[in-house]
């Protein structure tokens, strides 16, 4: 679980409801439609939030209806309960929590000499396979090399497999233009 940015206070009049106000960076993205509309978290409680959204925003959403919201680093599902008064200008809208989803899972590319220090890292999504196929790829090209490749072995396999590749593309080639 990710460590949380913001530091929440109690606030007057509200601890029967035990909301509490958001300190520090407080800004969220809900979907709204198919947009993330920039919001703010204004309070916390156990059972949801009170977001600050502007006017604009705050007429695109109905009451009763469920939307995502993207919150330090975590993904919620809430629904829009009620609006309560504005307060300089914004809207304020209490919202439920339905569903907390699981944080994806990540991993990090570590080098022994490193001593642990985190060098490159990525979601285990769409990007776990273009960083395999380019492991792979750099993996087949430093065996290619002159110097590590003649020592390994590998160098005349790989120039024969690719002389080979070159020859039947070019053959292929050949037959579409005759």
């Known amino acids: 679980m990710s460590s949380h940015s913001y530091r929440t206070l109690p606030t007057e009049g509200q601890a029967k409801t035990y909301r509490c106000k958001v300190v520090g960076d407080s800004a969220a993205k809900l979907l709204v439609g198919r947009k993330f509309q920039k919001v703010f978290v204004r309070e916390t409680s156990g059972g949801g939030f009170t977001l600050g959204l502007s006017t604009k925003v705050a007429k695109r959403i109905k009451s009763g209806k469920s939307y995502d919201l993207r919150y330090d680093d975590r993904r919620i599902q809430v629904i829009a309960e009620t ?6 200008g914004e ?3 209490q ?8 944080p994806k899972e990540r991993w990090a590319f570590r080098l022994p000499f490193t001593k642990g220090s985190r060098i490159i890292g990525h979601d285990s999504g769409i990007n776990s396979g273009a960083a395999y196929g380019g492991f792979v790829l750099v993996l087949f090209c430093v065996m290619a090399l002159p ?6 072995g590998t160098a005349p396999r790989i120039e024969s497999a690719l002389a080979m590749m070159s020859k039947n593309i070019s053959d292929v080639v050949h037959a579409i233009r005759h």
Do not use: K, M, N, P
Request: glycine content about 14%.
């Open 83 to 88: 609006f309560v008064e504005t307060v300089q």
């Open 95 to 102: 919202v439920g929590t339905i569903h907390e989803y699981e």
């Open 147 to 152: 110097g590590v490749g003649d020592r390994l």
């Open 91 to 93: 809207a304020r809208l």
